[in-house]
Nanobody, 121 residues
């Protein structure tokens, strides 16, 4: 069926940058709103940024001004560019995609397995 795969995480120093990617593939579908979440150890999952199919974006206050979410609707891929990274950005970052099947089935949300971001000296 549908697959959601994140990539681009890694170890970066404070003040550095990373570009995360999330690719959606599988059965025929439309992709609606896509979102990036993150979850630090022992913490609740937090919404970081979202982007609609039309390109409208929103950001959590914690990343606003230093992060940019974008998408390529041909590739069914969403990106999260993160600059000025801080140790508190350390978390597993997850991609959520609203999938709208072409068949007569209801839309549903799919999640990737996550990609680790570690901000440390």
């Amino acid at each position: 069926q549908v697959q959601v795969v994140e990539s681009g995480g890694g170890l970066v120093q404070p003040g550095g940058s990373l570009r995360l990617s999330c690719a959606v593939s599988g059965s025929p579908f439309f992709v609606g709103t896509m979102r990036w979440y993150r979850q630090a150890p022992g913490s609740q999952r937090e919404l970081v940024a979202s982007i609609t199919s039309g390109g409208d974006t929103s950001y959590a206050d914690s990343v606003k001004g230093r992060s940019t979410i974008s998408r390529d609707n041909v590739k069914n891929t969403v990106y999260l560019q993160m600059n000025g990274l801080k140790p508190e950005d350390t978390a597993v970052y997850y991609c959520e995609a609203r999938i709208i099947p072409l068949r007569n089935t209801p839309p549903s949300d799919y999640w990737g397995q996550g990609t680790q971001v570690t901000v440390s000296h």
